[in-house]
């Protein structure tokens, strides 16, 4: 479906007064756009302030031994992406610069034009032959507008707001923005640490030098999302605060043109925040982190000061509304909770590190008392609990809702190390990879690790079980030593503490008295019978976490790990990031994988793939032969599930949906050597077989298949 018919069609469903309301404030916006474009085809759109002062700087470095216990993976890293190599969203390590030719996506390959390394607008180029004069000559140019997947490449002579995508097929925008997010430059800060070698700070010195020349303010790829625009500039400051931590120096041209660049990326997020009467989502409070980020670093004027009040008022009241009181995102997806979370925590601990002015100014803009509030602080302790409370057996978490990778920073390097032969084996979509030989060393980064998020939160609320769960890890030094001021004292009674939290009945239709009796299905029900004999029951020690407001529920014991999704399907009824996966499980026995969520692969390169992996058709879920969702748009999904828990406790689950026109019953039994799966009425057939997904754009080639059924 074309864009302007997918608009057509989400407009049929509003009353016709927002329909107006609407239409309206799309044609003030095209105008102002428009006039938009013609100045800035004649003007320069680099903003030179007048700023007295220099960035602020907050970071405490982490201890010497925390960065020697990762000296061999930092180090390779930090030369990997010295040489411009990296590996993002399923591309594998690959040499990033102008001209290079790219792999391909499932066989779509473009031929990247040719461009000058300094081809800006003619109103721009005086200021861009400026600073690309300060890098040294031996510095060979990244191309930052490159999808170095499939080859496609975006203009840097295009206004940020005529770039188009989603139209290409195989072309992923998401690479050149995840490129541009920099978050590979803390590590080459910590490589300066352990060597002092000059080299990384000139690296991180030339990286944003070349950034700055090869993409004017509102040209090009990089400046078309305020998200994107705000986590680049997160990076960048906590990257060049950890350099100055460690000791490095940087010259005075350097200082003036990244001072000036950060205001840039401020009055750009300002001016183009992702803001909507009805949704906002992880986009938005992105811009507002952002926003946060540069307020906080820049010199104090009468603009930044409203900047750091705005971007204050505006968090505080986003936690509340896109945080469930029991601590799940409300984007319904496990790895969006991650990314939405670390935005949370690490503004959080920054608002504790502001000197006294510049905290008067963010509690000026709490208007709410938010930050002062017993609920704002359990809240954040809920975030980290929940991601230690869903976490599988391998450490790694189920792939609930889309997963796209998506990060604020990248502190601690979560990587598996093996040869690129191996990788090759590991992964269908690098079968053709030739970037690096086959005997070389070979990074895979392991995005669904969330330790480290736990480890953050452990930063500012040190707890026993946050440490045991995540381990001596960055993130959790980074954030301690941002946070000097601890966050005020809170009462733990609300907090659903991991060694606290006992089998709960969230649902009054049922009783663990009458479990049994009150589950028996009827006997025409579809059934499946998952045996695993052993010599110690699956429900010994059984505990329950149950997430309502997510809609996923937790079965935990020394042998069983069973996770069920059934509940909103986020958004606040958006459902831009569901899957059709109401009534869907994961299982691990005795640490191995029966039944396992296939993950998301892709978005908007391959529009049949994205729908295919959300489809209920690949789901451990209870259906009939047709998709009972509707997936024509990418990014929405109307909830016809309207699921419910009816019972979850210590004889198992129940739960229903009606996505299908009547309503669909699954009772889930936890027997001492099986589990039992009742679905009524309808027929259940297995999951149709898709290479599974470990992260955006990773295929592997194994993959655990759904369990046999008896």
């Excluded at 950034?211 to 078309?224: C, D, K």
């Excluded at 009467?277 to 010199?299: E, K, M, W």
């Excluded at 739960?655 to 309503?663: D, I, L, N, R, V």
Aim: hydrophobic share 40%; proline share 7%.
């Amino acid at each position: 479906m074309s864009r302007i018919g997918s608009y057509f069609k989400k407009a049929l469903t509003m009353p016709p007064h927002v329909v107006v309301a609407r239409a309206a404030a799309v044609l003030r916006f095209r105008l102002r756009r428009l006039w938009t474009r013609w100045r800035d085809a004649r003007l320069p759109t680099y903003r030179t302030p007048r700023l007295s002062g220099a960035l602020a700087r907050y970071v405490a470095a982490p201890p010497p031994a925390a960065l020697e216990a990762q000296r061999a993976t930092i180090l390779d890293l930090a030369n990997l992406y010295c040489d411009h190599y990296f590996d993002l969203l399923g591309s594998g390590w690959v040499q990033v610069r102008h001209g290079m030719t790219c792999r391909g996506l499932e066989g779509q390959r473009y031929t990247p034009p040719a461009a000058a390394v300094d081809a800006v607008t003619p109103a721009n180029r005086a200021y861009a032959r400026r600073v690309r004069a300060l890098i040294p000559d031996d510095y060979v140019p990244i191309d930052w507008h490159l999808d170095f997947k499939s080859g496609f490449r975006w203009s840097a002579l295009t206004p940020a707001s005529a770039i188009t995508y989603g139209d290409q097929v195989g072309a992923d925008v998401k690479v050149p923005w995840e490129l541009a997010r920099a978050q590979h430059l803390p590590t080459l800060a910590y490589a300066y640490a352990l060597t002092h070698d000059e080299r990384y700070a000139q690296e991180f010195r030339s990286q944003i030098l070349d950034f700055i020349a090869s993409s004017p303010p509102r040209f090009g790829v990089n400046w078309v999302v305020a998200m994107d625009v705000g986590i680049r500039a997160a990076n960048w400051l906590l990257a060049y605060d950890l350099f100055r931590a460690f000791g490095a120096q940087f010259d005075a041209d350097f200082e003036r043109e990244l001072l000036r660049s950060i205001d840039q990326h401020a009055h750009h997020i300002r001016h183009h925040l992702e803001w909507s009467p009805t949704l906002r989502s992880n986009h938005y409070l992105s811009d507002i982190v952002g926003l946060l980020f540069c307020a906080a670093y820049l010199p104090r004027t009468p603009e930044t000061d409203a900047w750091l009040r705005f971007a204050a008022q505006e968090l505080c009241a986003e936690f509340a509304l896109q945080f469930n009181p029991d601590g799940s995102n409300f984007e319904a997806s496990t790895s969006y909770h991650r990314l939405s979370a670390e935005l949370l925590l690490y503004s959080v601990a920054l608002l504790l590190a502001l000197p006294p002015d510049k905290r008067a100014l963010a509690d000026a803009g709490d208007t709410q008392g938010a930050l002062k509030a017993d609920w704002f602080w359990q809240r954040l302790q809920k975030m980290a609990t929940f991601t230690l409370h869903i976490t599988r057996p391998d450490g790694r978490i189920p792939q609930f809702g889309d997963t796209d990778s998506g990060r604020l920073f990248k502190l601690h390097p979560a990587y598996q190390k093996m040869t690129v032969a191996a990788a090759k084996k590991t992964y269908l979509h690098l079968a053709d990879y030739a970037a690096l030989p086959d005997d070389a060393a070979y990074y895979d980064e392991d995005i669904l690790d969330h330790r480290p998020l736990v480890a953050a939160a452990n930063g500012l609320f040190p707890r026993a079980d946050f440490r045991a769960f995540a381990g001596d890890c960055l993130d959790e030094y980074i954030v301690a030593g941002l946070a000097r001021s601890a966050p005020p004292a809170s009462s733990e009674g609300a907090l659903m503490r991991a060694d606290r939290l006992a089998l709960q009945t969230p649902s009054a239709h049922f009783s663990d008295s009458q479990a049994d009796k009150e589950i028996t299905p009827p006997a025409d029900a579809q059934s499946t019978r998952l045996q695993f004999p052993g010599a110690r029951s699956l429900r010994a020690g059984l505990r329950l976490h149950a997430y309502p407001d997510f809609g996923l529920y937790i079965f935990r014991s020394p042998r069983l790990y069973l996770a069920v999704r059934c509940g909103s399907l986020g958004q606040r009824g958006n459902g831009g990031h569901a899957h059709s996966d109401q009534l869907s499980i994961e299982l691990w026995v005795d640490d191995q994988p029966q039944i396992v969520d296939p993950g998301t692969y892709i978005y908007t390169p391959l529009p049949a793939q994205r729908n295919r992996y959300r489809s209920a058709a690949v789901h451990f879920a209870p259906r009939f032969a047709a998709e009972p969702a509707d997936l024509s748009l990418l990014f929405r999904m109307p909830d016809v599930f309207r699921a419910q828990c009816l019972y979850a406790g210590v004889a198992g689950f129940a739960g229903t949906h009606s996505a299908y026109g009547t309503p669909i019953t699954r009772l889930i039994r936890i027997l001492d050597d099986a589990l039992e799966i009742y679905d009524t009425p309808g027929t259940h057939t297995q999951p149709a077989a898709v290479p599974h997904s470990n992260g955006y754009g990773k295929l592997l080639a194994k993959h655990a298949p759904s369990a046999a059924r008896e």
